[in-house]
DNA sequence: TACCGCTTGTGCACCGGCGCACAAGCGCAT
DNA sequence: ATGCGCTTGTGCGCCGGTGCACAAGCGGTA
């Protein structure tokens, strides 16, 4: 039960999830570690050793049960249960983020929207009405709010980050450009949008033979 | 001049530049790699074999010279000149990327918008008016657009890589949930928020002791 | 001029990740 | 029942990245 999975190998079930949910919604049932790999757009064998760590679930010959492949991934994500999700800072790229269907759809439902502007409160986004920081706490307790997303900009990052914690939130996604201190108990994961372009102008003026580095190097 | 740096180098220097920024406009005027490497969230050491592969600038027993090192690193990521960017895709997350001021300021002038849908050509998104996506050949090169910026849904991403690539632009970042081909010598990165969020599930699932295991493991 | 404190630059050993390549093993056909 | 083809599971060598620890070197002071 407490296996112990890669770090390099949590970032790529993901991927295979997707991969399996597309292959299933084709009726398949049985998948190759050579055939998700190419779907994937990963080597074979990292596949097949990815996997591994879930536990053994192949049969030699035949392949993967894509099904049971998939509630296997589903159980290592912790994707069984919904995970409730609020978005604090409600400028563009929050607002756009409580639009966005992907996460609900993937077992992240946006369930409280938060924003530190009093001209804000009040107002409704995709149906749900902003609510001011001040109330985090309560709006976390109150929904059994586990992971908290920061759409704010990069001076509020850190309080926000903080009163997340405080609030009791278990994990954030934050998208502001600063540098972020938690606790080591709650995982924190960045994305920052001008970062990454940054990154891509260095291997383009290089006229790069190589991919822009990104965490996984598939195609 | 032809100086190979380092993929993990590359994603940390534009968190050195933000921080430079930063400290520049408090009027300093030298910084040590200590000091830096504290508002980075990185090792010292690592901040100083990083600044190492730019050549060697600093000077030892007083630090580096933050409007030098500023420009360096700028250099290093060709934001000497600004980069023109296309933003295919006016869904939500087109359009909040639209808005999103993080880019121009940074070198990166969001020129042009696309879209597939006949509904949407036409409108006026933060100034610009939407293209037609048959038209991103002439747009591309009447506007010198060097980056694009995917924010279609998935099943459209791999088409859409194509035609950028086709058009002349020489990299990619995509907001798509699905695997990209694109050739080698188009630098591409990708930001997949659903599986962001994903990733953190395990670890909070697992009431990590570690990090979310980022590209970069900084706080 | 000589010394001292501070900071850089880097050699080195360690670690995680990668992917080749092969043995182990399943199922089907004969 | 036997054998064959296909696919998994993994041992192993390799490579990039990391950070400690130390020598090299600058500047200010006496």
Chains 1, 2 share one sequence.
Request: glycine fraction near 10%; aromatic fraction near 6%.
């Amino acid at each position: 039960m407490a296996r112990e999975i890669p770090d390099a190998t949590v970032a790529r079930l993901p991927i295979y999830r997707r991969s399996l949910v597309e292959l299933a919604s084709t009726g398949a049932e049985m998948v190759s570690s050579a055939a998700l790999a190419d779907l994937a757009g990963v080597n074979a064998a990292k596949v097949r050793k990815d996997l591994s760590y879930l536990g053994t679930y192949g049969v030699r010959g035949v392949g993967y049960d894509v099904k049971f492949l998939l509630r296997q991934i589903g159980d290592a994500l912790g994707l069984d249960i919904e995970t409730p999700v609020v978005i604090v800072g409600m400028g563009n790229l929050g607002q756009a983020l409580a639009h966005y269907g992907g996460f609900s759809s993937r077992g992240f439902p946006i369930v409280a929207l938060v924003d530190a502007s009093d001209a804000k409160v009040g107002e409704v986004v995709d149906g749900i009405t902003i609510s001011h920081i001040d109330d985090l706490a309560a709006i976390v307790d109150e929904h059994a709010i586990a992971v908290g997303i920061i759409a704010t900009p990069a001076e509020a990052a850190q309080a926000v980050a903080d009163a997340l914690v405080a609030a009791g939130v278990r994990s954030i996604l934050s998208f502001a450009p600063s540098v972020l201190h938690v606790p080591e108990t709650v995982p924190l994961r960045k994305v920052d949008l001008a970062t990454e372009l940054q990154i891509l102008g260095y291997y383009q003026q290089r006229e790069s033979p190589a991919e822009g580095g990104n965490t996984d190097k598939s195609a």
